[in-house]
């Protein structure tokens, strides 16, 4: 799986993702890799010269969440993950997920023969913090409320990405990555991802996709 990741000017997040700059890139539609459901889900990615931009829609019934705090296990109810991986040449990657009601998880992973672990960032402040917002539709941003779907967007800095290597990225180089959705609206978990090679094993990293990006 690839995709062209395309060039823009830094814009502000709100959720909604109604910033001009997607009008310039196409939707990525994100494949059912786990459970069974009848929601869909899809992505946007966009860049700049300090970092990458990220807008998930989904489609829901119910916000199956609970008032997790920053940092918390927010893989345990429903979520947005996303995997990013830099330089080939280490497997150590980055995975950033945010819940429907807005809480992040930013952590760096080191993954050695399937044996890993996060570790959170260091000094997370200033231009090495994220910008992310939720937006609800037909709803409540509150745990376990009646919507129809929901959105987040957010923006990670490359500043984060510091001491990986082919950071920040150039034109026409190239990253590994996915984008997965978590909901647990059913009796087991659906799992969704942008590449489907890993299926439902999100840290198998050597199936991530490829984001290039454009002049």
Known sequence: MRTI???????????????????????????????????????????????????????????????????????????????????????????????PLNAELPIMVTNHQGSFYGWLPWHYDGPRCTRHATWIREGEKKPMAAVQGWRTEFFIPFALFTGLGKNPPTPGSTWRGNIYRIDYDGDKPAQWAWCPDTGGNFHLFEKFGVLEFAE
């Open 5 to 99: 990741v395309k060039r823009v000017s830094d814009f502000q997040v709100n959720g909604a993702g109604d910033d001009p700059a997607w009008l310039t890139t196409e939707w990525l539609p994100m494949v059912p890799v786990g459970g069974s459901s009848t929601y869909t889900s899809r992505a946007k990615v966009l860049y700049s010269d300090s970092g990458l931009y990220f807008l998930v829609d989904n489609e829901d019934a119910q916000l199956t969440c609970s008032d997790l705090p920053d940092f918390g296990d927010l893989f345990a109810e429903d979520v947005v993950e996303v995997f990013l991986w830099p330089y080939e040449a280490h497997p150590v990657y980055f995975e950033y997920e945010i819940s």
